[in-house]
């Protein structure tokens, strides 16, 4: 061959900007049953210090390479058994970089149907069809004349015309260079359009913004896309691609994919006989078989990228909310908030052991206020709690008013409350998990005790629930559950081997996350835990049935045992540097536990004096970090957000108004906050900074707490603006106000919140003439996580 086919390693290092040697040597751990978070953490010095981020990005590379090889050697086996694999075509197949690539090159060996083309090769027309396009003076009707033959099938020179012109069609439709071309042209320049269907105005209301749009590909965000399509699937919109930018003038003569079909195969009209029977050929292959090839391909390439920011966003957030702070080892309350069923409460102790539980009454219709807070009073004194922790759902409100009258009235009790996010607890409260963890428990209760293990430590709790149920998604239903399940999984495991865990006090599905260990290991260790006690150091895990030397290898690093007989067991130092510590040990001539901690003394070690064949300068420099700060938690320290008093409705705010408030949701068009009041407000990307905002990530995450500025509300329709820049100017009306981001460009939310979701300024449009309005309609009807936000913000409805 005359090119150089990439080896899967170079490709990888040149798209990650590595060396191909890093890339091998990470490939190599990962066939070798290496996990990503024992790899970052523990063998940089043969990936060259590559981070999490890229190893996962590798890995995913790895996969996708892969399934292409794997694909390409399937192609070339069906070409080479069809007798039809030349050197050249096989060069072109080894250098397909895509998967769509591989496709446009192996479509005209693609086994399929008898098409018009193939039937009229078989009479005999592909020599007219050649003769015509290679020889545009030829007159067709006469050269078409000599082909009719009635016995196979061509009754007339124009059945011989339409054959010829069937296999031309054919032959344009399958040129792998041209349609690659002509796809990356659509791309550039077309566009996604909406209309309703007649007669679902009404039923598809939700849609509205969407009844008659029109957007271009490359400027469409991923919520949109995401609607349009739900759109299109629940029968309110038909969508359609449009290849290139409207215009209200009349086309004069071909278009710029016609003119480029043509230019391909050497057709232009020079007033020679064939000329127009070959330029109506090129018309007929681009809207017949071109455009609507192109046309599927581009639909599915938008989805693919919508889906794929979508999973981005909901990982995003996942991590975010699985690392929040943690309260810590502390007496805690849970409180999950009702009406008429009451307010349940679980009262668990430091460890999350659950001591009690209960059910009061201080709301509609019982209203036994005084009686409610003498029980918790009660409670909290009995079991010594020091946090209460209340779910945000129906009632929440309430429950924190309850609460913070408890508090005023029992000094004595310190307590201290914080609202905690509800997502997920129903779920786990009817897992077959937690049936088995709370046996006996009414299912009722088992949220409340959720509710307060997830102030303790979010990420222990949060890892018992399926992460697609926890709530912090952005169209989650409309992606690929495969996709979505491994990015989230991958989240869950990132975060867990970050923070490390507790062998002697972790759950279950805790221990699953951990690095090596799968599920029927980790129920051996809690099995071998309860009947032999805590352990003691981390060699003892070795006696675990089935957890052998490369399990132990992946997980000891990432599992913690504290007062231990053996205080390295309770860092991130992994056993097999141990040796490394006995020579600083010797080096410094103190004894561990007067070494760890003790930042003077390790700042005086030089690192590269224990560097050796087996040990290299990253290891040593991670082992006296983690000495300095033994066991240290990646997460923030806990703090709790104020809501303001007297403000506990949405008919409680003006305009103007200076509130804290706690991040509940991010998206790619905004922030909601709770800020108390039973709904969310919505603060725009555009509010979030006075600097323009790409993501509104980079500004907030899930759990921060926030000062805002209530910009407007909107109380028939439940709406609140909110901004993070104080100094913004308020609205005087009932409406929201327009925000402006960037140059002055102005905002409208698609979701009827000025300052929401829309940008207006010619990106979208809506079609029929006039003025070009981008109202972004983004997330009407959407799913999961986002639905509920955009529901307790006032959206959606």
Known sequence: MTSVVQSIEQRIAGELGVREGQVKAAVDLLDG???????????????????DAQLRTLEERLRYLRELDERREAVLDSIRTQGKLTEELEERIRLADTKARL????????????????????????????????????????????????????????????????????????????????????????????????????????????????????????????????????????????????????????????????????????????????????????????????????????????????????????RDLLLAAPAGTRATMGLDPGFRTGVKVAVVDATGKVVATDTIYPHQPANRWDESIAKLAKLAAQHQVELIAIGNGTASRETDKLALELIKKHPELKLTKAVVS?????????????????????????????IARRLQDPLAELVKIDPKSIGVGQYQHDVSE???????????????????????????????????????LAENIVSHRDQHGPFRSREVLKQVPRLGPKAFEQCAGFLRIRGGDDPLDSSSVHPESYPVVQR?????????????????????????????????????????TELEKPGRDPRPAFKTATFAEGVEKIADLKPGMRLEGVVTNVAAFGAFIDIGVHQDGLAHVSALSKNFVKDPRDVVKPGDIVKVKVLDVDIPRNRISLTLRLDDEVGGGPKPARQQQGGGQGQRGGQGQRGGQGQRGGQGQRKGGGQQRGRQGGDAAPGGALADALRRAGYGR
């Open 33 to 51: 049953g290496s996990t990503v978070p024992f790899i970052a953490r523990y063998r940089k010095e043969a990936t060259g210090m590559l981070d």
């Open 103 to 318: 496709e446009d090159i192996y479509l005209p060996y693609k086994p399929k149907r008898r098409t018009k083309a193939q039937i009229a090769r078989e009479a005999g027309l592909e020599p007219l069809a050649d003769g015509l396009l290679n020889d545009p003076t030829t007159d067709p009707q006469a050269a078409a004349a000599v082909f009719v033959d009635p016995e196979k099938g061509v009754a007339d020179a124009q059945a011989a015309l339409d054959g010829a012109r069937a296999i031309l069609v054919e032959r344009f439709g399958e040129d792998a260079d041209l349609i690659g071309e002509l796809r990356e042209k659509m791309w550039a320049q077309g566009r996604l359009a909406s209309k309703v269907r007649p007669g679902k105005e009404t039923e598809g209301a939700k849609f509205a913004d969407y009844f008659d749009f029109s957007e271009p590909f490359t400027k469409m965000p991923s919520h949109r896309v995401l609607a349009m399509f739900r759109g299109e699937k629940e029968e309110v919109l038909d969508l359609t691609i449009e290849p290139e930018e409207p215009s209200d003038e009349p086309r004069v003569g071909p278009s710029e994919y016609e003119q480029r079909i043509a230019q391909r195969f050497g057709i232009s009209n020079e007033g020679r006989p064939a000329d127009k029977w070959l330029q109506d050929t090129v018309r007929w292959a681009w809207r017949t078989k071109i455009l609507l090839h192109l046309g599927i391909d581009l639909r599915l390439r938008l989805r693919q990228a919508a889906e794929d920011d979508a999973v981005k966003v909901f990982a995003a957030n996942l």
């Open 422 to 450: 509800e997502a997920g607890a129903s779920v786990y409260s009817a897992s077959a998990f937690a049936s088995q963890e709370l046996p006996g428990m009414d299912v009722s209760l088992r949220g409340a005790v959720s």
């Open 482 to 520: 495969v996709s979505l399940s491994r990015s989230l999984d991958a989240v869950v495991e990132d975060c867990v081997n970050a923070v490390g865990v507790d062998v002697n006090t972790a759950s279950a599905p805790l221990l699953t996350r951990v690095s090596g260990i799968t599920s029927s």
């Open 584 to 624: 600083i040990l010797a080096a410094t001539g103190k004894e561990l536990r007067e070494l760890m901690g003790n930042e003077r003394a390790l700042k005086s070690v030089r690192p590269e004096q224990f560097v050796d064949e087996n040990v290299g300068l990253p290891t040593v420099t991670d082992i006296l």
